[in-house]
């Protein structure tokens, strides 16, 4: 059985000590970084120091941007909050989307009425969707449909899957993009910290871990399926918290487009 959520979450004192870690980490990348811009300012004709001092800086610069989104991960892991009302995450993770989402991709929520609050926080439920739909909006440059489901598992998917679940009930949440797909060989790296695909500066590798931890330390189950250029889906399982508590739903409000 899984236990209840309580004081003793270990999870949590991993968080607080990456925090502490991360913040250890930028204090040392700052001289790392102002310093060698001021080198760079007296190095005069030297072409070659130019390029070591760039080096440098461009290195220390990405390595600052890493530690932001480690202290990121760790603020939301230690937040209290209630648990996650899946509308209500889903509409603000759209939300908070919505700057970086262009025009050309669609989105659509499907989502059951009424669904329980999940055990995971509100916080996490709208971290986990949010680095879901940024990795969509990433993966269709050229547009496409972003389809974001939840409904409750039935029994039998439940006893049906991959890893054994709790007892209880759970619910079933898709992210799934008509975008340009991963191989196998990608497909079965996409959890591991650090790794990315993109660009320098614009990918640090760290979502989709982040998005692994909360699913598992919550009690769920996260799986990807992808087809290079069909695009690809994420289904995560997460046990629901009993009825009447807070964060149940609070009215049936569905979320851009055509819903349920
Ligand atoms: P980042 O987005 O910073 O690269 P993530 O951990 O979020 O880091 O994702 C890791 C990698 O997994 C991405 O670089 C990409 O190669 C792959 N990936 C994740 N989501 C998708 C998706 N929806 N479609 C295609 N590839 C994806
Ligand atoms: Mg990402």
Redesign the pocket.
């Known amino acids: 059985r899984r236990k209840r959520r309580g004081r003793s979450r270990p999870w949590r004192r991993s968080a607080a000590s990456s925090a502490g870690l991360a913040h250890e980490i930028n204090n040392l990348l700052q001289p790392v970084i102002s310093l060698s811009d001021l080198a760079r300012g007296r190095a005069g004709e030297d072409r070659k120091l130019h390029t070591y001092l760039n080096a440098i800086h461009d290195s220390g610069v990405k390595a600052r941007t890493i530690m932001r989104d480690v202290l990121q991960f760790a603020r939301v892991e230690v937040a209290e909050s209630p648990p996650g009302n899946l509308e209500e995450a889903v509409h603000s993770a759209l939300e908070l989307a919505a700057p970086s989402m262009p025009a050309s991709i669609e989105t659509r929520a499907r989502l059951e009425p009424g669904l329980n609050a999940v055990t995971i926080t509100a916080t996490e439920l709208t971290q986990v969707l949010l680095?879901l739909i940024q990795?969509?909006r990433?993966?269709m440059p050229q547009g496409g449909t972003l389809t974001i489901g939840a409904r409750s598992l039935s029994l039998r998917e439940r006893d049906a899957s991959r890893r054994q679940l709790g007892e209880g009930d759970y619910v079933r949440l898709t992210v799934a993009?008509t975008?340009?797909?991963?191989d196998e060989a990608?497909r079965q790296r996409?959890f591991d910290p650090f790794?990315?695909?993109?660009p320098v500066g614009t990918?640090?590798?760290?979502?989709?871990?982040v998005v692994y931890g909360i699913v598992r330390n919550g009690g769920g189950d996260i799986l990807v399926e992808?087809a290079p250029g069909r695009g690809?889906s994420f289904i995560i399982d997460l046990p629901t918290a009993p009825t009447g508590g807070p964060g149940q739903t609070t009215h049936g409000m569905l979320v851009h487009g055509e819903g349920a």
């Open positions: 680095n990795n969509a990433d993966a993009d975008g340009t797909g991963m990608t996409v790794f990315t695909t993109k990918g640090t590798g760290l979502g989709l871990s992808s690809t």
